[in-house]
T-cell receptor, first 113, second 113 residues
């Protein structure tokens, strides 16, 4: 186990709704990154948070937003859900700066119907 | 933008043989290249990291090579076992103030007894 926990593990939402996914990072890690993984694909970078600020963003629309809290936990919010948002959402924690390994949570499986 | 290509087909090999997975990238040479293992419905798990000035890295039955001229990394599992069956992801990172890991789509490896 990595020490990174995500909640919920599974979620079903209706198109147009909003969703919040949560992540508790590994102890001692100050950076959280979020990824979207469609079936059969590799994880796609959404954004990264460091010191409660967004620190890099992938090619995702503004309806994908996030927060990082003082304890380094994080939330991913998605507004106006679309069917294509159905995917496994992964949170990864790491130490900011020189590259080190990222520790992933087990993911949240989001299904939009 | 950076693109990563991994073995497009699933790899199916006999137990005890060496599995070799390929990762090719375009554009800039990354500062770091990582390999992750992912089991179905789970988050990726870090295996090995190799830096651009390193040619080879080993960890138990795993070996990674990094050829910046060919823009290629090879990932080897020697004495393969059925428990090694999983999807293996290649990931690149170019250190910057907004570093993020870019993943390939992965190669599904099956080891038959």
């Amino acid at each position: 186990e990595t020490g990174v926990t995500q909640s919920p593990t599974h979620l079903i939402k209706t198109r147009g709704q909003q969703v919040t996914l949560r992540c508790s990072s590994q102890s001692g890690h100050n950076t959280v990154s979020w990824y979207q993984q469609a079936l059969g694909q590799g994880p796609q970078f959404i954004f990264q948070y460091y010191r409660e600020e967004e620190n890099g963003r992938g090619n995702f629309p503004p309806r994908f937003s996030g927060l990082q809290f003082p304890n380094y936990s994080s939330e991913l919010n998605v507004n106006a859900l679309e069917l294509d948002d159905s995917a496994l959402y992964l949170c990864a924690s790491s130490l900011f700066g020189e590259n080190t390994e990222a520790f992933f949570g087990q993911g949240t499986r989001l299904t939009v119907v | 933008s950076q693109k990563i290509e991994q073995n497009s087909e699933a790899l199916n090999i006999q137990e005890g043989k060496t599995a070799t997975l390929t990762c090719n990238y375009t554009n800039y040479s990354p500062a770091y290249l990582q390999w992750y293992r992912q089991d179905p419905g789970r988050g990726p798990v870090f295996l090995l990291l190799i830096r651009e000035n390193e040619k080879e890295k080993r960890k138990e039955r795993l070996k990674v090579t990094f050829d910046t001229t060919l823009k290629q990394s090879l990932f080897h599992i020697t004495a393969s076992q059925p428990a090694d069956s999983a999807t293996y992801l290649c990931a690149l990172d170019r250190y910057s103030s907004a570093s993020k890991i870019i993943f390939g789509s992965g190669t599904r490896l099956s080891i038959r007894p």
